[in-house]
């Protein structure tokens, strides 16, 4: 399965809590797009596509949810409550993210503009390319 916890370093101090995120070091790719879900309804599930070449990297700087991520072979369920971890997603996998907590803010970094047709939304198709 393909996708990587990254650590980012945290400046804490007697204030609080610092995270810096900068391209081509902690975030390993050109950051051409910064979005995030907040104010998320209780039991909506997002997500429920892949991409053929966007990177990303998902941090929940506030709350929790959960990522089920499917290479077509295998699903894994990743819990991301950790405003200094970021879940780093580089190839075509399968995505949901569902158990939003009520402060949940997901941030999501992407190497790309938004592109619709970067998006894979079939699974069925999405399984054909992933040669499952
Ligand atoms: P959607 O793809 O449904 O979000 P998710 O995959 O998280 O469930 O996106 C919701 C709307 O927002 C849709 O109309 C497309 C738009 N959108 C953008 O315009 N730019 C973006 O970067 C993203 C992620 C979505």
């Not at 966007?54 to 929790?64: E, I, P, R």
């Not at 894994?76 to 907590?101: C, N, P, Q």
């Amino acid at each position: 399965m393909s996708f990587k916890i990254v650590n980012f370093k945290c400046f804490g101090d007697d204030r609080g809590s610092l995270v810096a995120l900068e391209a081509n070091k902690s975030v390993p790719f050109n950051i051409k797009r910064v979005y995030y879900i907040f104010s998320t309804k209780d039991g909506v599930s997002r997500g429920f596509h892949a991409h053929r070449k966007l990177k990303q990297v998902a941090v929940c700087v506030k709350g929790s949810c959960r990522f089920v991520l499917d290479d077509g072979k295998q699903k894994t369920h990743v819990l991301l409550d950790d405003a200094t971890k970021g879940l780093l997603i580089e190839d075509l996998i399968w995505r949901e993210m569902y158990d939003f907590s009520h402060e949940c803010v997901l941030m999501v970094l992407g190497s790309e503009y938004y592109d619709e047709s970067d998006y894979v939304r079939d699974y069925e198709e999405f399984l054909e390319l992933s040669g499952c």
